[in-house]
């Protein structure tokens, strides 16, 4: 049973307006959140991460908010620029744990 | 700076034959990690090394077999391959995560196809 979900495979917004993504996970002992970029043939590169202490995290064009009473994180780019349009992955952790859960990804395209 | 690095990038197999994906950074790295991506699945892992000397299973383990050389390598067999292993395999390393929240570096990935 997948423990991060992100429930809407794709998402199109238009080049300098706001980019949402959204992520809920199932499993309460999480406490470390990460948002990974994926372009097409690469490995999944590194973006942006947030800890449980925290509700919110910045960087750049980059913000990640947090809600823990919902299990709920979300990812905003603005202003979405052509090259943000990848695949984007949430994943989570827990203390002391190794292992990240993926989510399926959401994939953005950024129309000019 | 090469990171991650993975070899081969592609790789065309035959049902029941044998083959070792290897993996190496460079980043001094303690733990290191196998995944495969499967379309609208995200990447699973596979199996983990928290440190030199250390494997474990992960999510989806059943069909391969892993071998931490060094630090650096982490290598990824699969001794009798079947159809339902054509995927795309990615390692990564990270620093030792009870320490700090240090995020996972990814290679660029083998696409496995068995036929």
Not at chain 1, 8 to 31: A, H, K, W
Not at chain 1, 46 to 59: A, H, P, Q, R, W
Not at chain 2, 76 to 105: G, I, W
């Amino acid at each position: 049973d997948q423990q991060v979900k992100q429930n809407s495979p794709s998402l199109s917004v238009q080049e300098g307006r706001i980019s949402i993504l959204n992520c809920d996970y199932t499993n309460s002992m999480f406490d470390y959140f990460l948002w990974y970029k994926k372009y097409p043939a690469e490995g999944p590169t590194f973006l942006i991460s947030i800890s449980s202490i925290k509700d919110k995290n910045e960087d750049g064009r980059f913000t990640v908010f947090l809600n823990k009473s919902a299990k709920h994180l979300s990812l905003h780019i603005v202003p979405s620029q052509p090259g943000d349009s990848a695949v984007y992955f949430c994943a989570a952790s827990g203390s002391n744990d190794y292992k990240l859960s993926f989510g399926a990804g959401t994939t953005v395209t950024v129309r000019a | 700076n090469a990171g991650v690095t993975q070899t081969p990038k592609f790789q065309v197999l035959k049902t029941g034959q044998s083959m070792t994906l290897q993996c190496a950074q460079d980043m001094n790295h303690n733990s290191m990690y196998w995944y495969r991506q499967d379309p609208g699945m995200g990447l699973r892992l596979i199996y983990y090394s928290a440190s030199e000397g250390t494997t474990d299973k992960g999510e989806v383990p059943n069909g391969y077999n892993v071998s931490r050389l060094n630090k650096r390598e982490f290598s990824l067999r699969l001794e009798s391959a079947a159809p339902s292993q054509t995927s795309v395999y990615f390692c990564a390393s990270s620093e030792d995560r009870r320490n700090s929240n240090q995020p996972q570096h990814f290679g660029d990935g083998t696409r496995l196809s068995i036929l």
